[in-house]
């Protein structure tokens, strides 16, 4: 058993940014493959990146690609996602999620947090 629980979502205005913190407990985090997924009103969760359990490989959405970094820290049971230049379609709650495969697939998490807002005032 996993747990994941988000931090750092808050308001921001665009062209702002903000770090999300996911800290995990339980089984050796070092195991896991880990990611973020969001959700806006009305919309399906949609995947945002993912990291290897090393940290060597990462997988960005189209949409965030260049402005957003996933990395994690191993010895914190912590990955991060640091979100530069938001703009208000990055309005969301941001789930974070670990899974099997280093590229994340909805159906594949296994285990999830409880989500944090993230909201982008224009």
């Known amino acids: 058993q996993v747990q994941l629980v988000e931090s750092g979502g808050g308001l921001v205005q665009a062209g702002g940014s903000l770090r999300l913190s996911c800290a995990a407990s339980?089984?050796?985090?070092?195991?896991?493959?880990m990611g973020w997924f969001r959700q806006a009103p009305g919309k399906e969760r949609e995947f945002v990146a993912s990291?290897?359990?090393?940290?060597?490989?990462?997988y960005y959405a189209d949409s965030v690609k260049g402005r957003f970094t996933i990395s994690r820290d191993n010895a914190k049971n912590t990955v991060y996602l640091q979100m530069n230049s938001l703009k208000s379609d990055d309005t969301a709650v941001y789930y974070c999620?670990?899974?099997?495969?280093?590229?994340?697939?909805?159906?594949?998490?296994?285990?999830w947090g409880k989500g944090t807002l993230v909201t982008v005032s224009s």
């Open positions: 999620a670990s899974g099997l495969s280093p590229l994340l697939h909805i159906d594949g998490v296994n285990y």
């Open positions: 339980g089984r050796t985090f070092s195991s896991y493959n």
């Open positions: 990291i290897s359990r090393s940290g060597g490989s990462t």
